[in-house]
Nanobody
């Protein structure tokens, strides 16, 4: 079992930055595909970014967000710059044991085996 705990969320004005962190415990995640998803009120959970050997981003966050991992700390990070009000959501960290590099795999909620509880990000205009 893998436990994932997100942190770093908060409130920020448009144009600002936040860095989310996802700390894993229970097993090392170095061989897992890791991703961030988000869910805004009344909307479905959506893909944001993923990292395995390569990085993958939703078009809406490309060039603004950066996913990375620190294997020594068993942690995944999401650096979010130039934030917009539409980025407001609960952000979730997820781990996939058998990561697949096709969009239909890494962007699919149901392909991930472990999830964190989420951290709220609020961007005001």
């Amino acid at each position: 079992q893998v436990q994932l705990v997100e942190s770093g969320g908060g409130s920020v004005q448009a144009g600002g930055s936040l860095r989310l962190s996802c700390a894993a415990s229970g097993r090392t995640i170095s061989s897992y595909g890791m991703a961030w998803f988000r869910q805004a009120p009344g909307k479905e959970r959506e893909f944001v970014a993923a990292h395995n050997r390569n990085t993958y981003y939703a078009n809406s966050v490309k060039d603004r967000f950066t996913i990375s991992r620190d294997n020594a700390k068993n942690t995944v990070l999401l650096q979010m710059n130039s934030l917009k009000p539409e980025d407001t959501a609960v952000y979730y960290c997820a781990a996939d044991i058998d990561f697949c590099s096709a969009y239909g795999c890494y962007a699919g909620v149901h392909n991930y085996d472990y999830w964190g509880q989420g951290t709220q990000v609020t961007v005001s205009s």
